[in-house]
């Protein structure tokens, strides 16, 4: 398989990436299953995939969780080395492209003291549930890249009982 396809069937074509990199073969090895298990569990456990519901929660919190993917994903990357060198090729893109345009506008926000306005508030809930959609996405990816089951939809948002 071409990342080209496995980007399609995740719904990320639209990533910018280069057309040798599209057209390259899609490799995993162990260490890039294993990376992709470690990051999988940790978005699957973070508002960064997960609802946040009006009446709760926190948006700086949510901001700090956001970012937090970064750091995660380095030491990801650096404990497995070269040979998780497939995951680090769509790690890096996600990180670059999709998180980084959101945290970069509500890091500079939030220091201005957006976060203390409900209005602007109400506008990051608005924004993280736009970066949920492709953070979810690349969550799925990470569960075949790893070669697990898709947990992305475990729980149901209402009680189907």
Same mark, same amino acid.
């Given at each position: 398989?071409?990342?080209? @396809?496995?980007?399609?069937?995740?719904?990320?074509?639209?990533?910018?990436?280069? *057309?040798?990199?599209?057209?390259?073969?899609?490799? #995993?090895? @162990?260490? &890039?299953? %294993?990376?992709?298990?470690?990051?999988?569990?940790?978005?699957?456990?973070?508002?960064?995939?997960? #609802?946040?519901?009006? $009446?709760?929660? &926190? %948006?700086?919190?949510?901001?700090?969780? *956001?970012?937090?993917?970064?750091?995660?994903?380095?030491?990801? =990357?650096?404990?497995?080395?070269? &040979?998780? *060198?497939?995951?680090?090729?769509?790690?890096?893109?996600?990180?670059?492209?999709? =998180?980084?345009?959101?945290?970069?506008?509500?890091?500079?926000?939030?220091?201005?003291?957006?976060?203390? @306005?409900?209005?602007?508030?109400?506008?990051?809930?608005? @924004?993280?549930?736009?970066?949920?959609? #492709?953070?979810?996405?690349?969550?799925?990816?990470?569960?075949?890249?790893?070669? *697990? $089951? &898709?947990?992305?939809?475990?729980?149901?948002? $209402?009680?189907?009982?």
């Amino acid at each position: 398989m071409k990342w080209k @396809d496995l980007l399609e069937e995740w719904g990320m074509t639209n990533l910018k990436i280069s *057309v040798g990199f599209a057209q390259a073969q899609f490799a #995993p090895k @162990d260490g &890039d299953r %294993e990376a992709a298990w470690q990051l999988y569990i940790e978005l699957l456990t973070r508002i960064a995939t997960q #609802p946040l519901p009006e $009446e709760s929660g &926190d %948006e700086k919190a949510a901001l700090d969780s *956001v970012y937090s993917i970064f750091g995660l994903t380095r030491e990801i =990357i650096r404990a497995g080395g070269t &040979d998780c *060198v497939e995951f680090t090729k769509i790690a890096i893109v996600v990180l670059n492209q999709i =998180i980084r345009p959101f945290t970069a506008h509500w890091h500079r926000q939030s220091l201005a003291g957006a976060l203390n @306005d409900p209005q602007q508030c109400a506008r990051f809930r608005a @924004d993280l549930k736009e970066l949920q959609k #492709p953070l979810l996405n690349y969550t799925r990816m990470l569960g075949h890249m790893a070669g *697990v $089951e &898709d947990l992305t939809e475990l729980e149901a948002l $209402e009680s189907s009982c």
